[in-house]
C-alpha cells in the first residue's frame, strides 16, 4: 500500500509561530519558579528499559509506552513517565545526598493509547517536580504552592482550580467493608464516575448498615471547600480515614491562611491513581481545558522499588495542554508578554559589511534578519 | 461553549480599557464571577430529548415551547442560565467529553458503547429500554458457538459482552435497520436496543438474553464538575430530587 510520506502518525504535531514562543515561556516560566524555590534541574534518558517503567507506574500505565527491544534482547520503552527516572536516581545516584532532595523536569513522555478521548497526544511534555526524602504536610504544601505559583505566574490566576484528597479516605473504607480486590474496583468506579445510587446498591451487599451505604455513597458528592471534611467526619469514623481527613484538614488551614481558597477545593470522590499514590494526591483543572492539565501526590511506595524505602511527593503539568488553553485566550499576561519584538531588517550586496553590520546589531541583543540573495 | 463565552467577555472588557495587563488582574474570577456564562447541557436528539426537556422543565429548567419548536439546534431556557444544545445521541460524550458542553442527557447505551471518561452522578430513569441478544424465532445460538455471526449498531458492547464469556463471534457492525440481518441471513443474530420487542415480533425475531438496562443518564465533565462546581450542584440537586419523586411514586 502506498503511504504518502507527508502523513503525520496519529497523536503528534508540530509547534511554530507563536504557539511554539508562548509554549517555550511557559516552560521557561515554569522552570524559574522551580528554580526559586531551589529545586534542582534533572535530565533523564527518553529511552529505558521497560521493566523501570512497570515496576515505577504500575503494569497497567506502563502497558501504554511504545516498547522495542535492545540489541542483547532486553525490552526498552521510550519514556511514557518521568517520575520512575527520577525514583531511580534518588535511589542510586543521589542516594548518599543530604534529604530532602528536589528534582524538577521538562520532558516529553510518550503513551501509545490514550485514556480518554480528549487526550488526542502521544507525545506530550511534563513539567514537573519532585519533593523527596521528607513526608508530612510541609512537603505537599510546597506542591501546591509552587503549582498554583506557575499557574498564576503563566496569567490564569482565578481561572485555575486545584483539588485535593487522599487515597487513605478510600482505602479506609474499603478495609472497613473489607472489599476484595475486584468489589475494591467496582467501589472506586463508582466513586470515579460519581454514580451515587448505584454505589449505595453495591454497598449493601457488604454491609448490613442502612446508614452506612447512605454514608459513604453520599462521598460522591462531598467536593467543597472546609465545610465537607466536617460532614465527612460525620460519615467516616474508621481511624485511617480519619487520619486523612486530619491530614486535609491541616493542609487546608495553610490554604486558608494563603487566602487560596478559592482556587482550591477538597474533592473526596477523586480516586483515580489509588494504587499509585499513597496519601495526598490533587488534580489540576484550567477554565477552557476539558480535561485535568495536571496532578501529583504522595507515592511514598516508589522508591523502595530501587533501594530503601523513602518518602516522596511530586506533581506535573501538562505543557501541552497548558499552551492550548493560553493560545485561545488572547487576553492573557502571558500572551501580552510574548509580543514578537521588532526586527531590524539588514541588507548589502557586501557580504562583509553585512554581517559586520548584524555583528554589531546582535551584540547589542536586537533582533536582525537579513536580506541574504542567492549567489551560489 | 463557556470557553468561547470567557473569551468573548475577555475582548469586551479589554476594548474599555487601556492595558490588557491590568485589565486580565482586575478581570473578576472567571470561577467565582457571578455573572458566569451559560451552562451548557448536550441533549441526544430523538425520544431522550423529548423526555429529557419535560423532565428539566420539572425540575424548574424551562425553555419556552416556541424555543423547542423552532428547530433551533442550540437553545436557551427561560433563566437564561442553560442552554441546551441537541446533538446524535452518539456526539454527546464527545461534546462532554471535551468539555464543550458541561452536562449531557444520553442513554447509558451510548455511554457503554463509546467508553466515555465522564461522571454519571445521576439516572434520570427516563427513555427506559434495554440493551439485548435477538435471534430468529426458535433458533438455538448454543448450537452454533463455534462462530456465531452479530450484527449490532454496538461493536464495543458485543465485543466485551462475548469477549468476557469466551466465545468467538464475528461483529457485522451496521447503522441500522438491524433486524434484517438475520432475517437475511447476514448474521445469526442480533445486539441492539429494545424497548417494547414490537420490532423484534414483526420482523419474526425473540429476545433470547437482556444484557443491561439503559435509562438517559445525566453526565458532567470533569474539569467543568470543578470549575462550574456550584451551578452544577444546583442542577443536581433539583434534577435529583424530581428523579427521587418519580421513584418513590
Known sequence: ?376 | MKNFDSVNSMKDKQGNEESPSSSLISHPSSLNNSSQPLLTIAIAKGRMQTDALALLARAGVRASDEMIKSRRLAIEDESGKYRFVFVKPADVPVYVEHGIADCGIVGRDVLMETGADLLQPLDLGIARCRISLAARTGRNLKSNLGAMRVATKYPRIAASHFGARGIPVEIIQLSGSVELAPVLGLSDCILDLVETGRTLVENGLEEVEVIAESTGRLVVNRASYQLRAEAIAKLLESLGRIVNEGEEA
Request: charged letters at 25%.
Open chain 1, 1 to 376: 500500500m502506498f503511504e504518502p510520506l507527508s502523513k503525520i502518525p496519529d497523536g503528534l504535531r508540530y509547534y511554530f509561530g507563536a504557539e511554539a514562543r508562548l509554549r517555550r515561556q511557559i516552560e521557561d516560566t515554569a522552570m524559574t519558579v522551580f528554580d526559586g524555590w531551589s529545586y534542582e534541574e534533572i535530565i533523564t534518558p527518553t529511552v529505558d528499559y521497560f521493566a523501570l517503567f512497570e515496576r515505577g507506574m504500575g503494569r497497567e500505565q506502563a502497558a501504554r509506552a511504545f516498547r522495542f527491544t535492545d540489541t542483547d534482547g532486553r525490552m526498552l520503552a521510550l519514556r511514557p513517565d518521568v517520575t520512575s527516572l527520577v525514583a531511580r536516581a534518588a535511589a542510586t545516584l543521589f542516594g548518599e545526598r543530604e534529604r530532602p532532595l528536589r528534582l524538577c523536569y521538562v520532558a516529553p513522555v510518550f503513551r501509545q493509547q490514550q485514556q480518554s478521548h480528549v487526550e488526542w497526544r502521544r507525545e506530550s511534555v511534563q513539567l514537573g517536580c519532585e519533593f523527596i526524602g521528607l513526608g508530612g504536610r510541609a512537603a505537599e504544601m510546597e506542591m501546591l504552592a509552587v503549582s498554583a505559583e506557575i499557574l498564576e505566574r503563566v496569567g490564569l490566576k482565578g481561572q485555575y482550580r486545584i483539588t485535593l484528597n487522599s487515597v487513605e479516605v478510600f482505602n479506609g473504607i474499603a478495609e472497613r467493608l473489607q472489599l476484595g480486590a475486584e468489589a475494591r474496583e467496582v467501589m472506586r468506579h463508582l466513586m470515579d464516575i460519581r454514580d451515587a445510587a448505584e454505589l449505595r446498591r453495591f454497598l449493601a451487599a457488604f454491609t448490613d448498615s442502612v446508614e452506612d451505604c447512605a454514608a459513604f455513597s453520599r462521598l460522591t458528592q462531598l467536593t467543597g471547600k472546609r465545610e465537607i471534611l466536617i460532614e465527612a467526619r460525620r460519615i467516616i469514623t474508621n481511624e485511617r480515614s480519619v487520619a486523612a481527613l486530619d491530614a486535609l484538614e491541616g493542609l487546608w488551614r495553610v490554604i486558608e491562611a494563603l487566602g487560596l481558597t478559592d482556587a482550591f477545593e477538597i474533592d473526596l470522590a477523586d480516586v483515580s491513581g489509588l494504587d499509585y499514590y499513597t496519601g495526598t494526591t490533587f488534580k489540576i483543572y484550567v477554565a477552557g481545558a476539558g480535561a485535568r492539565v495536571g496532578g501529583g501526590g504522595r507515592y511514598d511506595g516508589l522508591i523502595s522499588n530501587f533501594g530503601t524505602p523513602e518518602s516522596a511527593v511530586g506533581f506535573v503539568l501538562d505543557l501541552d495542554a497548558l499552551t492550548d488553553v493560553l493560545t485561545r485566550q488572547p487576553a492573557t499576561l502571558m500572551n501580552g508578554s510574548v509580543s514578537e519584538p521588532a526586527i531590524t531588517q539588514l541588507s548589502n550586496d557586501n557580504l562583509a559589511t553585512l554581517f559586520i553590520a548584524a555583528r554589531e546589531k546582535r551584540l547589542k541583543n536586537e533582533r536582525v534578519s537579513l536580506g541574504v540573495k542567492s549567489q551560489g
